[in-house]
């Protein structure tokens, strides 16, 4: 599962022109120059399965996953979900981390030189250091899950997460990237999907997985991601934006 050539689609309507399902609730954080910023300049995308965003953008992510990557390793170390953000570090500086699609993905683009402009250094002060104190604190907590948890527990986990970023449809992915964004042997991953088929939670299909119950799959998951029995989306919906239940702070800024 490399990172593939970069031919995403941005498409020609601009964010000022979508419409409102694709608001995202991070620009409503912004000083107010960055934000009438993003809605004047934000380009539309969507990204398959692989491909990478630009390095210098910032995206702001309305559906599907994207996988944060340490250079040259394969192993996922976190994820950024619709109402996230990736590349702040690509507006001050060099990133160390990589992403790539792990689901398809939607969002829309703002250039990240440009945006830092349009933010004032105080403001800039205080997501950076936020951004690094959460980033130590999901590495350290990823760690901790691959230390502690069992494959079938962490495979169940992940295929949670992706569901939920696809808004409940299947999850398209091989057993085999399955097991490279975990770590572990691809025999594992095979027998925990097979278990977790067993116990009604999946079926394993040609390359993708149907979760069938939600509420098995997050009784078996490590709990890692904080979902234990959370209700299904409703077939007919595919929300671009995942709503929260709780005022957004400037901790939700940050990815990376």
Known sequence: MGFATQNYAVSSQSLQAAPSPLWHPVVSLLPDAAKNFCIERGQIITLEPDEAPPRDQVFFSTFGALGVFIQDSPICID??????VWGWDY???R??????ALTACEGFLVPAGELKQRMDDLWLSRLMNANGTLRAKRLASEAACNAMHTCLQRTAKWISRLWRAGAGGNVKITQSDMAEITG???TSVNAACGALQDRGALRILRGRLQVLDIDALAAIACGCDGHHHAPAPKAEEKPRVVATHKRMDERDLVRT
Request: charged residues 15%; glycine residues 12%.
């Open 95 to 100: 990133n160390p981390f990589e992403a790539k």
């Open 184 to 186: 572990f042997q691809r």
């Open 79 to 84: 994820t950024v979900l619709p109402g996230s």
């Open 91 to 93: 507006a001050i500086g």
